[in-house]
C-alpha cells in the first residue's frame, strides 16, 4: 500500500530541511519538496538536489518569476503598498502566489496536505493557511513548528543530529527570506529594538557612507501605472526590478528598519532590503502626484491602505483585496509618463517628472507675466469656501 503524499513548501533553509525529516518520522508520508523561483538569487538546483538529500521522494522547482511579477508586484506597484506606510511587502506577496502552487502541485501529484515551515507566531503561517483554505478547502494543513516544540537551538541540534546541513549556526541564527521584489531578516541580535542592525544583515544594499560621492540620476517610464523602461532600456517587469535592485543598491537606496504588528498581534523588529521597490515606489507616487485629480490621490490613499493591510495578512484572494485592486486599476488609465530619481549615499529623490496627461498648467502656477489664474476670482470662492466655518463662529460666539 503506498504511503499518503505531503507537498511541503521547500527553501533549502532550517526549518523546511528539518521538517522533511520530521514528517516522514511523525506521519510516515511520502514528502514531496516544492520550491518556488519569485527571483531569489540562491541556487535552486542546489536547493532541489538538498530536498532529496534530506529525504524528499521528490523534489521539484517552479519558475514563477513572471508569474510573480505581473500578478502581485505590478497591482502592489500600482497600489503603492506599503503596510504600516514602510515595508513594501516584498515576502507577503510571494505567499499567496507560492500557495497557489503548492495546490497545484497536491492536485498534481494526489497529495492529500500540504506542509510549510512557518512558526506559530508569524505571518506566512496565516497567509500560507488562509490562502490553501481559500483555493483548496479540502486538503490538510501540516505546520510542524506549530507541533514539534522545539526551539531555534533544539532545531539546529536537529539538524546536526540527522546530519543535515543548513545554512544557520548559532552564530549566525537570522531567518532570511528573499525574492526579487525584496529581502527580510530577522532573529538573533535583531530581536532588541535597541541594537543597531550589525554589517552582516545587509547584503543588497552598500552602507551609505562608503557609496561613491557622486549622485546617479537615473529615468523611469511608466505606462498605465508600471514601469516599462529603465534609462532608456525597455524591459519586462521582473528584469526592470533586478536591474534596479543592483543600481539602488549600489546608492544605498533601500534599507528599512522596522518595528511592525504582526498579524497575531504582537511586534516584531524586521529588517528590509528593497531597493528597487523604494525607487519605484517613490516614483510612481509622484508621477501620480502630476496626473490625478487631488481628491482622487487623497481617496486613493485609504484604498492603498486597506490593499496593504489585505496583502500583508494573507487574505490576497479575498474579495475586498480584489474588489480594491479593481479600483485601482482604473486609476491607473492615465499613470503614464517619465520620472527622473537622484540616487546618492542611502536617498532617493525625485527631481523630475514629465507626461503628457500631467495636470500641472504652467499659465496657472507661474507668477511671471504669462500667469493667467484669475485672482479675481479667488475673493468670491473664499467667501464660499469659508461660509461654513463663518456660520459656526457666528452662531457660537466664535468659539470652539
Known amino acids: 500500500m503506498s504511503k499518503e503524499k505531503v507537498v511541503l513548501a521547500y527553501s533549502g533553509g532550517l526549518d523546511t530541511s528539518v521538517a522533511v525529516k520530521w514528517l516522514r518520522e511523525k506521519y510516515d508520508v511520502d514528502v514531496i519538496a516544492v520550491a518556488v523561483d519569485v527571483g531569489q ?4 538546483l542546489m536547493v532541489q538536489r538538498k530536498a532529496l538529500t534530506v529525504g524528499a521522494v521528490s523534489s521539484l522547482v517552479i519558475d514563477a518569476e513572471a508569474e510573480f511579477a505581473r500578478d502581485f508586484i505590478a497591482p502592489a506597484i500600482q497600489a503603492n503598498a506599503l503596510y504600516q506606510r514602510k515595508y513594501p511587502l516584498g515576502t507577503a506577496l510571494a505567499r499567496p502566489l ?16 500540504i506542509a510549510h515551515g512557518c512558526t506559530g507566531k508569524g505571518n506566512d503561517q ?24 522545539m526551539n531555534r537551538e533544539q532545531e539546529i541540534a536537529y539538524a546536526k543530529e540527522h546530519g543535515i546541513e543548513v545554512p544557520v549556526t548559532s552564530a549566525s541564527p537570522y531567518s532570511i527570506d528573499e525574492n526579487m521584489y525584496g529581502r527580510s531578516v530577522e532573529a538573533g541580535v535583531l530581536e532588541d529594538p535597541w541594537n543597531e542592525p550589525p554589517p552582516e544583515v545587509w547584503s543588497w544594499t552598500m552602507d551609505p557612507s ?7 540620476y537615473i529615468e523611469l517610464t511608466f505606462k498605465n501605472g508600471l514601469p516599462t523602461v529603465l534609462n532608456e532600456k525597455e524591459l519586462g517587469l521582473a528584469e526592470l526590478i533586478k536591474e534596479l535592485n543592483q543600481v539602488a543598491g549600489q546608492n544605498g537606496v533601500g534599507r528599512i528598519d522596522m518595528v511592525e504588528d504582526r498579524v497575531v498581534g504582537i511586534k516584531s523588529r524586521e529588517i528590509y532590503e528593497c531597493p528597487a521597490a523604494t525607487v519605484l515606489l517613490q516614483a510612481h507616487r ?27 495578512s494573507g487574505l490576497w484572494y ?21 520620472v527622473r530619481l537622484k540616487l546618492h549615499n542611502g536617498n532617493c529623490a525625485v527631481v523630475g517628472r514629465k507626461s503628457e496627461s500631467s495636470l500641472y498648467d504652467l499659465s496657472l502656477a507661474t507668477y511671471d507675466e504669462n500667469d493667467k489664474f484669475s485672482h479675481a476670482s479667488a475673493e468670491g470662492f473664499i467667501e464660499l469656501f469659508g461660509l461654513p466655518t463663518r456660520v459656526w463662529a457666528q452662531k457660537h460666539g466664535g468659539k470652539n
Open 210 to 216: 562608503e557609496t561613491p560621492e557622486t549622485p546617479q
Open 286 to 312: 509622484e508621477l501620480e502626484a502630476l496626473v490625478l485629480p487631488g481628491e482622487l490621490i487623497r481617496f486613493k490613499q485609504t484604498v492603498e491602505d486597506a490593499f496593504s493591510e489585505q496583502a500583508y
Open 41 to 44: 538569487p540562491e541556487n535552486l
Open 318 to 338: 479575498s474579495p475586498l483585496r480584489e474588489s480594491l485592486s479593481a479600483f485601482i486599476t482604473h486609476t491607473q488609465k492615465f499613470v503614464s509618463g517619465s
Open 98 to 113: 507560492i500557495a497557489k502552487l503548492l495546490v497545484d502541485a497536491a492536485r498534481e501529484h494526489g497529495a492529500a496536505a
Open 126 to 149: 496565516v497567509r500560507f493557511d488562509v490562502t490553501i483554505g481559500a483555493l483548496a478547502p479540502d486538503l490538510r494543513i501540516i505546520a510542524p513548528q506549530r507541533e514539534w516544540g
